[in-house]
């Protein structure tokens, strides 16, 4: 079962828009939340993550937004650019020590028109 | 400059055939991981190893295993390919701890006929 949502599938957005992703979970043991971008032709790679413990982290125009309570997660992406284009995928992980494997949702292919 | 390379980018076989995808990292990452990417479906875990010779199912491991003989080498290996396999499979690596990040590959893109 997915135990991470993510929603919208795919997102057009105009030059200078902002982009926003959102992201649900279920299991409360999940205890940090990074978001992957991936070019085409790319693997995955980092982009910006949060742990619970705090309700926002900003990057640059990237800003994950937390609600425990709700258990959802968000991406904004502010002034989206062109070279923003890329398929975002939203993850979460327990806290084991060992393996650190994540659980990603179903991704979301971000157009940014000119 | 961290780097996690495949075999192949792309990959055509037959039903039936056995196939073997090759991951090599050059980090000494502890965790190793073998995912397939499909539309919709985002990334799924088929397997992964958090050390030499050890090995753990993920979440879609049903006609698939894997060897990690070496610390830096995973294989996936498709005993007896179906056409249901054609995706894109996506090896990455990690220190191990936890909220580690994870670092991909190029991703091998396998069609089934």
């Known amino acids: 079962q997915q135990q991470v949502k993510q929603s919208p599938q795919s997102l057009i957005v105009q030059k200078g828009g902002i982009s926003i992703i959102n992201c649900a979970y279920e299991?409360?043991?999940?205890?940090?939340f990074p978001w992957y971008q991936q070019f085409p032709g790319k693997g995955p790679a980092l982009l910006i993550a949060?742990?619970?413990?705090?309700s926002e982290k900003k990057e640059g125009r990237f800003t994950i937004s937390f609600n425990k309570s709700a258990k959802q997660f968000s991406l904004h992406i502010m002034d989206s650019q062109p070279g923003d284009s890329a398929t975002y995928f939203c993850a979460a992980s327990t806290g084991e020590t060992s393996g650190s494997r994540l659980t990603f949702g179903e991704g979301t292919q971000l157009t940014v028109n000119p | 400059d961290v780097k996690v390379t495949q075999s192949s980018r792309y990959l055509v076989k037959r039903t039936g055939e056995k196939v073997f995808l090759e991951c090599v990292q050059d980090m000494d990452h502890e965790n190793m991981f073998w995912y397939r990417q499909d539309p919709g479906l985002g990334l799924r875990l088929i397997y992964f190893s958090y050390d030499v010779k050890m090995k753990e199912k993920g979440d879609i491991p049903e006609g698939y295993s894997v060897s990690r003989e070496k610390k830096e080498r995973f294989s996936l290996i498709l005993e007896s390919a179906s056409t249901n396999q054609t995706s894109m499979y996506l090896c990455a690596s990690s220190l191990d701890g936890s909220r580690k990040t994870q670092y991909f590959g190029p991703g091998t893109r396998l069609l089934v006929l």
């Open positions: 299991n409360t043991a999940f205890d940090y």
């Open positions: 949060i742990r619970p413990d705090v």
